[in-house]
Protein backbone atom coordinates (compact mmCIF):
# COMPACT_ATOMS: atom_id res chain seq x y z
CA UNK A 1 0.00 0.00 0.00
CA UNK A 2 1.44 3.74 -0.97
CA UNK A 3 -0.12 6.94 0.23
CA UNK A 4 0.64 9.82 -2.54
CA UNK A 5 0.43 13.38 -1.65
CA UNK A 6 -2.45 15.21 -2.98
CA UNK A 7 -1.90 18.53 -4.38
CA UNK A 8 -4.42 21.09 -2.53
CA UNK A 9 -7.82 21.56 -4.12
CA UNK A 10 -7.84 17.95 -6.32
CA UNK A 11 -9.71 15.49 -4.29
CA UNK A 12 -12.55 19.03 -4.54
CA UNK A 13 -11.90 19.07 -8.23
CA UNK A 14 -12.09 15.35 -8.95
CA UNK A 15 -15.32 14.60 -6.83
CA UNK A 16 -13.57 13.00 -3.96
CA UNK A 17 -13.62 8.77 -3.92
CA UNK A 18 -16.54 8.60 -6.30
CA UNK A 19 -14.49 11.26 -8.57
CA UNK A 20 -11.80 9.36 -8.26
CA UNK A 21 -13.61 6.25 -9.68
CA UNK A 22 -14.79 7.53 -12.60
CA UNK A 23 -11.49 8.97 -13.23
CA UNK A 24 -10.20 5.44 -12.51
CA UNK A 25 -12.68 4.10 -15.13
CA UNK A 26 -10.63 6.55 -17.80
CA UNK A 27 -7.57 4.37 -17.21
CA UNK A 28 -8.38 0.77 -16.19
CA UNK A 29 -10.49 -1.90 -17.22
CA UNK A 30 -13.62 -3.32 -14.82
CA UNK A 31 -13.60 -0.62 -12.36
CA UNK A 32 -15.41 -1.52 -9.49
CA UNK A 33 -16.17 1.02 -6.48
CA UNK A 34 -17.97 -0.06 -3.17
CA UNK A 35 -20.05 1.93 -0.39
CA UNK A 36 -17.15 4.12 0.99
CA UNK A 37 -15.49 4.83 -2.48
CA UNK A 38 -12.79 2.59 -2.56
CA UNK A 39 -12.18 1.48 -6.28
CA UNK A 40 -10.71 -1.61 -7.89
CA UNK A 41 -9.83 -2.13 -11.55
CA UNK A 42 -7.23 -3.70 -13.56
CA UNK A 43 -5.54 -3.16 -16.48
CA UNK A 44 -2.77 -5.47 -18.44
CA UNK A 45 0.09 -6.58 -16.10
CA UNK A 46 -2.44 -4.62 -13.19
CA UNK A 47 -3.74 -7.88 -11.69
CA UNK A 48 -5.62 -5.37 -9.37
CA UNK A 49 -5.18 -1.72 -8.63
CA UNK A 50 -7.64 -0.38 -5.42
CA UNK A 51 -7.54 3.35 -3.99
CA UNK A 52 -8.98 5.81 -2.72
CA UNK A 53 -8.66 9.51 -0.89
CA UNK A 54 -8.06 8.90 2.91
CA UNK A 55 -9.35 11.57 5.81
CA UNK A 56 -6.17 13.62 5.08
CA UNK A 57 -6.67 14.42 1.71
CA UNK A 58 -3.73 11.56 0.50
CA UNK A 59 -4.40 9.02 -2.22
CA UNK A 60 -4.03 5.53 -0.83
CA UNK A 61 -3.37 2.96 -3.73
CA UNK A 62 -2.94 -0.79 -3.54
CA UNK A 63 -1.29 -2.32 -6.31
CA UNK A 64 -0.96 -6.18 -7.45
CA UNK A 65 0.96 -6.84 -10.21
CA UNK A 66 1.99 -10.21 -12.73
CA UNK A 67 5.19 -11.47 -11.73
CA UNK A 68 7.39 -14.58 -12.64
CA UNK A 69 6.33 -16.81 -14.65
CA UNK A 70 2.92 -15.06 -15.27
CA UNK A 71 5.02 -12.17 -16.26
CA UNK A 72 7.12 -14.04 -18.95
CA UNK A 73 3.99 -15.87 -20.26
CA UNK A 74 2.39 -12.67 -20.33
CA UNK A 75 5.44 -10.73 -21.93
CA UNK A 76 5.81 -13.53 -24.67
CA UNK A 77 1.96 -13.36 -25.76
CA UNK A 78 1.28 -11.47 -28.67
CA UNK A 79 0.88 -8.02 -27.99
CA UNK A 80 2.37 -8.63 -24.57
CA UNK A 81 4.98 -5.75 -24.15
CA UNK A 82 2.91 -3.54 -25.67
CA UNK A 83 0.36 -4.18 -23.13
CA UNK A 84 2.82 -3.92 -20.31
CA UNK A 85 3.87 -0.33 -21.86
CA UNK A 86 0.32 0.86 -22.29
CA UNK A 87 0.21 -0.46 -18.20
CA UNK A 88 2.85 1.32 -16.99
CA UNK A 89 1.88 4.31 -19.40
CA UNK A 90 -1.59 4.04 -17.84
CA UNK A 91 -0.27 3.95 -14.26
CA UNK A 92 1.41 6.82 -14.45
CA UNK A 93 -0.98 9.09 -16.13
CA UNK A 94 -3.70 8.05 -13.30
CA UNK A 95 -1.46 8.90 -10.64
CA UNK A 96 -0.91 12.40 -12.35
CA UNK A 97 -4.12 13.69 -12.54
CA UNK A 98 -5.04 11.70 -9.33
CA UNK A 99 -2.66 13.29 -7.26
CA UNK A 100 -1.83 16.78 -9.29
CA UNK A 101 1.83 15.82 -9.38
CA UNK A 102 4.54 14.79 -12.33
CA UNK A 103 6.40 11.85 -11.22
CA UNK A 104 9.37 13.99 -10.51
CA UNK A 105 7.35 16.09 -8.30
CA UNK A 106 5.89 13.31 -6.59
CA UNK A 107 9.27 11.52 -5.90
CA UNK A 108 9.68 14.92 -4.40
CA UNK A 109 7.26 14.69 -1.91
CA UNK A 110 8.00 11.15 -1.09
CA UNK A 111 11.71 12.47 -0.29
CA UNK A 112 10.35 15.77 2.13
CA UNK A 113 7.92 12.72 3.68
CA UNK A 114 10.94 10.79 4.56
CA UNK A 115 12.97 13.86 5.80
CA UNK A 116 10.37 14.14 8.44
CA UNK A 117 10.38 10.47 9.76
CA UNK A 118 13.62 10.85 9.73
CA UNK A 119 14.01 13.80 11.95
CA UNK A 120 11.58 12.76 13.79
CA UNK A 121 13.38 9.41 14.88
CA UNK A 122 16.51 11.12 15.19
CA UNK A 123 14.62 13.84 18.04
CA UNK A 124 13.43 10.73 19.62
CA UNK A 125 16.50 9.47 19.69
CA UNK A 126 18.45 12.46 21.49
CA UNK A 127 15.34 13.03 23.82
CA UNK A 128 15.64 9.44 25.30
CA UNK A 129 19.80 10.25 25.19
CA UNK A 130 19.18 13.36 26.88
CA UNK A 131 16.61 12.48 29.53
CA UNK A 132 19.34 9.61 30.33
CA UNK A 133 22.25 11.55 30.50
CA UNK A 134 21.28 14.94 32.20
CA UNK A 135 20.73 15.19 35.99
CA UNK A 136 19.26 18.82 35.72
CA UNK A 137 15.99 17.67 34.30
CA UNK A 138 12.82 18.07 36.30
CA UNK A 139 10.09 15.11 36.67
CA UNK A 140 7.79 17.79 34.97
CA UNK A 141 10.09 18.59 31.79
CA UNK A 142 10.95 14.49 31.55
CA UNK A 143 6.61 14.05 31.46
CA UNK A 144 6.51 16.42 29.07
CA UNK A 145 9.14 15.17 26.57
CA UNK A 146 7.80 11.77 27.29
CA UNK A 147 4.15 12.44 26.51
CA UNK A 148 5.46 14.57 23.40
CA UNK A 149 7.65 11.33 21.99
CA UNK A 150 4.53 9.30 22.58
CA UNK A 151 2.73 11.28 20.16
CA UNK A 152 5.60 11.47 17.68
CA UNK A 153 5.97 7.76 17.83
CA UNK A 154 2.27 7.24 17.23
CA UNK A 155 2.10 9.18 14.48
CA UNK A 156 5.45 7.26 12.86
CA UNK A 157 3.71 4.15 13.51
CA UNK A 158 0.41 5.71 11.40
CA UNK A 159 2.60 6.71 8.78
CA UNK A 160 1.75 10.46 9.63
CA UNK A 161 5.06 12.65 8.72
CA UNK A 162 5.02 14.82 12.17
CA UNK A 163 4.97 18.32 11.44
CA UNK A 164 8.85 20.40 11.77
CA UNK A 165 6.68 21.90 15.08
CA UNK A 166 6.56 19.18 16.93
CA UNK A 167 9.92 17.79 16.58
CA UNK A 168 11.01 21.18 17.45
CA UNK A 169 9.47 21.35 20.34
CA UNK A 170 10.87 18.12 21.93
CA UNK A 171 14.35 19.28 20.64
CA UNK A 172 13.45 22.95 22.23
CA UNK A 173 12.86 20.74 25.40
CA UNK A 174 16.49 19.74 25.89
Same mark, same amino acid.
Given at each position: ???? !??????? *???? @????? =?? %????? &????? #???? @???? =?? &??? +???????????? *???????? %????? +???? +????????????????????? $?? #????? =????? $????????????? *?? /??????? !??????? %?? $???????? /????? %????????? =??????????? $???
Amino acid at each position: MEKF !SVKRGIV *KQIG @GNAGL =AK %LATEY &FDGVN #ANSE @GVFV =AS &FGI +LTKVQGHFDSEG *KLVVDVEQ %LKGDA +LGEF +LNAEGGREQAMESRKRWSGFL $DE #ATGYN =AKQRG $DKAKEEAKKFSKA *KS /AIKMAHK !SMQMSTK %LT $DEIKEKAL /AMIAE %LESMIENGD =APSEGKVKKLN $DLF
